[in-house]
């Protein structure tokens, strides 16, 4: 595997926001950062993400000498900068004078100005606004030698439901039904409650006090909020990409919280497209009182191995924290070890950085107490300096793995239409749906086995994986099911569950039951899921055993597939559970029901057997380490990391050296609690 190094600094990057526009009245305090910095192993910083108030305090009024000499300082101690454009939060003058720019919701209420993220996306004066500022940006720091990246905005989300955006809907539609408004109602089911429309200009955006209930309509509303989302961060870049052709643009994605999925907010698959390097902001609440530190790691990795895969190269961890966040219903600190654990798990699957929100601690509003590298104390003496400076160092040996990526012989497939078509659904359980949480069910048995795995999006070729597995992909179009036909047919496993192929692209329903060549690539077809309450339960037989069923249970009509497993109970009770069907040079199973870790930890063992698919390094322990790989051209860098809160026996089978300590190991090794280490296997 080639390096790719997605910056031109050539390290790992160690940092993250720093708002010196806040301190500008303590001029002690910007030239404490500066000692600071270097005291914390630190080296780039994202400046300028909420600062156009400071930036342009007046209409055309600007002020940049004291961004000027921050950019200069950071440039003195060998530091880098991510340039951020500030379109995250607009000066009040803006919101007074235009109001355009204020974001309309979904009930068609006007919001005052205030907060954040909250601007709208189509007003040609935001628009026109970004622009000029970013324009002003580039000319001025496009050459400055310690930027590295631009950083657009800030965390990209929402949506604006005012007129100018309710006409670019239109407009939008239009252009996707090639101005027949009949496909258009076909698409969206419009007899329907009399849903028909007769004219384009009868046509709003989904409200609670309007539309909600059509989904095919809903579906298109989330991705055209989607590309305008685009749309807006495109016209944010054209100045950008025009003076400074070389530096790589980023914005920074999200996760959903509580149960850490990816952000559903967007299509990240398709912005991807449009950014040089992905960027994302990871805080799971560790230590939190409802699931093992090694189910919230799993997740972690879910995330990672999908933001990674969206471009196949490493990725950046544009914002963490080093201690505890401010919005989580409690905010627990990370326990000692933490933090280098969770900051290595990052790089194990991809990242080249670990940066922060935030640099310094804020002295007012609601970010105070967030957790910070530099606290109210301004001490470099205390327990979350001392961490970070450990990150630092430990990441000044990790210089080589910067750039470094990682191949996988497995594939999950992750789809946003699918997530919002499968939510919309009224029908089955409509509060278990859980399809992110399903992929982890079934991720779980890799990540816990060590397997390495990309989870890619439906426009990624998969004809290279072995296996491909893809868990309730309620939405498929007729394109998708017959690309997993091909992949089949020319050698590929293919895994599918229940809840699987059901509608199309537009969320209308197959007719004359499940899609033929589905039928054809599993030698059977579902006939009915059963949906239970969350007490109830059913069992499935598998070679010799007996594992929980819970929430959905199909029931299958077999034609030439083999039977797996049986139903245990209730009126289906000895009927096809799993089946498998070989097709072509390949093979497919069906899962026809939620069943329990167990059953997929012993389910995909015996695929992998069957695949001779491996783990990535011949390193052995017990549940909850997990052990990542990145490879160079001349060696591998084995991530070996304890996500339980007891001691480990880890056991090396070849000779390797620890990255950190020089240590060679081979055999046994104890890992305490949290303990990770990195070693370098020559190849
Ligand atoms: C992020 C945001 C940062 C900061 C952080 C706090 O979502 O981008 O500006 O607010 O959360 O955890």
Same mark, same amino acid.
């Given at each position: ?12 990057? !160690? ?49 940049? +000498? ?10 003195? #101690? ?17 919101? /007074? ?19 954040? !993220? ?13 622009? /000029?500022?970013?324009?002003?940006? *580039? ?88 590309? /305008? ?31 850490? #999925? ?43 191995? %999908?933001?990674?895969? %969206? ?27 933490? !933090? =280098? ?40 003496? $205390? ?39 499968? /939510? ?23 990540? +816990? ?99 929980? %069923? ?23 009770? $000895? ?56 490879? *160079?051209? +001349? ?6 990391? $304890? ?16 990255? #950190?300590?020089? +240590?060679? =190991? ?18």
């Amino acid at each position: 595997m080639s390096k790719t190094f997605v910056t031109k600094a050539k390290q790992m990057l !160690h940092g993250g926001d720093y708002n010196p526009d806040q301190w500008l009245d303590y001029p002690e305090i910007l030239a404490d950062d500066i000692k600071l910095m270097k005291l914390s192993h630190t080296n780039t910083f994202s400046v300028g993400i909420f600062a156009w108030s400071t930036l342009e305090p007046e209409e055309g009024v600007y002020h940049f +000498e004291w961004l000027d000499k921050i950019i200069d300082d950071i440039h003195g #101690i060998g530091g880098n900068v991510i340039l951020a454009t500030p379109s995250g939060a607009r000066p009040a003058w803006m919101s /007074q004078k235009y109001p355009e720019v204020l974001r309309v919701n979904a009930s068609r209420v006007k919001q005052l100005h205030g907060a954040r !993220h909250n601007h709208c996306f189509t007003s040609p004066v935001y628009r026109e606004k970004t622009q /000029q500022m970013n324009r002003l940006l *580039a000319e001025r720091y496009g050459n400055h030698p310690a930027l590295i990246m631009w950083h657009i905005s800030n965390e990209y989300g929402g949506a604006c439901h005012c007129d100018l955006c309710q006409d670019a809907f239109r407009t939008w539609l239009k252009e996707k039904y090639n101005h027949n408004l009949k496909a258009l109602n076909d698409a969206w089911w419009g007899p329907f409650w009399s849903h028909t429309f007769t004219d384009w200009s009868q046509i709003e955006s989904p409200s609670p006090i309007g539309e909600s209930k059509v989904h095919g309509h809903n579906l298109d509303w989330r991705r055209f909020v989607t590309d /305008q989302t685009i749309d807006f961060y495109k016209n944010e870049i054209v100045p950008i990409r025009e003076l400074t052709p070389d530096i790589p643009i980023t914005t920074n994605f999200m996760g959903d919280t509580p149960d850490l #999925i990816p952000f559903q907010g967007l299509d990240y698959s398709k912005f991807a497209k449009h950014i040089d390097v992905i960027s994302w902001d990871a805080y799971p609440a560790w230590h939190n009182d409802w699931e093992t530190t090694a189910d919230l790691a799993m997740k972690v990795a879910f995330i990672d191995d %999908l933001y990674r895969s %969206l471009k196949g190269q490493p990725f950046l961890l544009m914002e963490s924290t080093p201690s505890l966040v401010n919005w989580h219903k409690v905010n627990k600190a990370k326990r000692p070890g933490m !933090h =280098l654990l969770s900051s290595m798990q990052m790089v194990a699957h991809g990242s080249d950085s670990i940066l922060y929100f935030q640099w310094r601690k804020s002295r007012g509003s609601s970010e105070k107490f967030h957790g910070a590298v530099v606290d109210h104390d301004n001490s470099s003496e $205390n327990r979350v300096f001392k961490d970070v400076a450990e990150v630092g160092r430990t990441l000044e040996k990790l210089s080589e793995v910067a750039g470094t990526n990682r191949s996988a012989e497995v594939a999950f497939l992750y789809d946003w239409d699918n997530h919002w078509a499968l /939510q919309d659904a009224q029908g089955f359980s409509n509060e278990t749906k859980r399809y992110a949480q399903t992929m982890h069910q079934h991720y779980r048995a890799f990540w +816990e086995n060590d397997i390495p795995v990309d989870v890619i999006t439906k426009e990624h070729d998969f004809s290279s994986y072995k296996l491909l597995v893809v868990p309730m992909l309620y939405l498929a179009s007729e394109d998708l099911i017959s690309r997993f036909k091909d992949f089949v047919k020319n050698g590929g496993t293919l895994v599918m569950t229940y809840i699987s192929g059901l509608v199309n692209e537009s969320d209308l329903t197959y007719l004359g039951g499940w899609p033929h060549e589905l039928q054809e690539i599993f030698g059977m077809k579902p006939l009915e899921t059963d949906t239970l309450y969350p007490a109830d339960r059913n069992r499935v037989s598998y070679n010799g055993k007996s594992y929980e %069923l819970k929430d959905y249970a199909t029931t299958l009509d077999v034609a030439e597939a083999k039977v797996e497993a049986t139903y245990e109970e209730d009126y289906y009770a $000895n009927t096809p559970a799993v089946t498998s069907h070989t097709y072509g040079a390949g093979k497919t199973y069906y899962i026809g029901g939620r069943l329990e870790d167990d059953f997929q930890r012993d389910f995909y063992e015996g695929v992998m057997k069957e695949l001779e698919i491996h783990p990535v390094a011949d390193v052995k322990h017990e549940r909850g380490v997990s052990v990542q790989v990145r490879q *160079a051209p +001349e060696c591998d860098y084995i991530f070996v990391m $304890n996500f339980t809160e007891d001691e480990q026996h880890v056991h090396f089978e070849s000779q390797v050296t620890d990255v #950190i300590t020089g +240590e060679t =190991l081979h055999g046994d090794v104890t890992f305490e609690k949290y303990e990770v280490r990195v070693v370098e296997k020559s190849k």
